[in-house]
């Protein structure tokens, strides 16, 4: 079982910056982690990918947030960030991480599946 928690939610006045990170943890000992991202999702709207990575550093942005956001991640501690800069009132949404994980099986083959945080808050406004 693979937990992943975020944390760096809040409040914050337009402008201003805030940084999520999320960490996985539980039984991960025998688990790769591919690909990480963040997705949000406001009320009444669909959830928008607003960054990912891979495990490589690579990194992919969401129209709305490219130029303001940094995502990057620590492959050692099995942790991705997001550094939001220059937030505005419309970045106001629910900020859910995710994780690609897969596994080998002692048949040769292996799962995969993607696993996600519980959510942070992140509200922007004066």
């Known amino acids: 079982q693979v937990q992943l928690v975020e944390s760096g939610g809040g409040l914050v006045q337009p402008g201003g910056s805030l940084r999520l990170s999320c960490a996985a943890s539980?039984?991960?000992?025998?688990?790769?982690?591919?690909?990480m991202g963040w997705y949000r999702q406001a009320p009444g709207k669909e959830r928008e990918l607003v960054a990912d990575?891979?495990?490589?550093?690579?990194?992919n942005y969401g129209a709305t947030v490219q130029g303001r956001f940094t995502i990057s991640r620590d492959n050692a501690v099995k942790k991705v960030y997001l550094q939001m800069n220059s937030l505005k009132p419309e970045d106001t949404a629910v900020y859910y991480c995710?994780?690609?994980?897969?596994?080998?099986?002692?048949?040769?083959?292996?799962?995969?599946?993607?696993?996600w945080g519980q959510g942070t808050q992140v509200t922007v406004s004066s």
């Open positions: 995710y994780a690609d994980l897969q596994k080998w099986l002692n048949s040769g083959d292996y799962d995969v599946w993607r696993a």
């Open positions: 990575i891979t495990s490589g550093g690579a990194a």
């Open positions: 539980g039984s991960i000992f025998s688990i790769s982690i591919n690909d």
